[in-house]
């Protein structure tokens, strides 16, 4: 498969001036590092605390921001332009996923430092944050491509911020409320397990179950996102 880095790159510029003219989308980038500021200040060094703030990010950044530039392609009636250029269907995805990428990467960085959060292993981390992000991402575009405006995007992206920032810690509920359990097989979740895992003495296998569901879980949004994707190309032709 041949990406053209140019038609990626132009996408990105071209994303790039647009989220910085919308101030209300824009901002939501500070939110995270605000709380973890809050946190830092608190004095208060958990798992939890930290990955309040990184779920938080993923869910607020690279969720909501990626839901808003795709909502706002539909909204101005530009991304059937896209469709029907050269440009191939994952060059578009790519395309439309680098500025939100690169922004989350930033602000996860950000919030890490804020609160100061020093993990068992940095590279097994940083790997299970990369692929967090690509979760988060493809599920933004997902919604965007559902929303019909920017407007709509906002409110559609909640549910996804409620369930995958503060999902995880309803964990502590599970034996009262059986129905619960289904929180413990979340992304969010599964993260937090890997970093508590990588706190004390690991083993290979305990990285399985964290980096097999995150993986899978990447797996069956891409595919919804496209099938949507196509479902929106044919509607729009």
Known sequence: MNLSMKRMQAILVKDYKEFSRNLAVSSTILVPLVIALFYSRMGIDTIQVHFMAINMTFSLVATYIQCCLIAEEKEKNTLRNLMLSPATIPEILIGKSMLTFIITILILTGSILLTGYNPGNT????????????????????????????????????????????????????????????????????????????????????????????????????ILTVIVYNKRMKDDI
């Open 123 to 222: 590279l097994i981390m940083i790997i299970a944050f990369l692929l967090s992000s690509i979760f988060y991402i493809t599920i933004g575009t997902l919604l965007g491509l559902i929303a019909k405006t920017v407007m709509e995007s906002s409110v559609i992206v909640m549910p996804v911020f409620f369930l995958f920032s503060i999902g995880p810690f309803a964990s502590a509920f599970v034996e009262k409320y059986p129905v619960l359990k289904v929180i413990e097989w979340l992304p969010s979740t599964q993260l937090i397990n890997l970093a508590e895992s990588l706190e004390n003495n690991f083993k290979v296998g305990d990285l399985v179950q964290p980096f097999g569901l995150i993986s899978l879980w990447i797996i069956i949004v891409m």
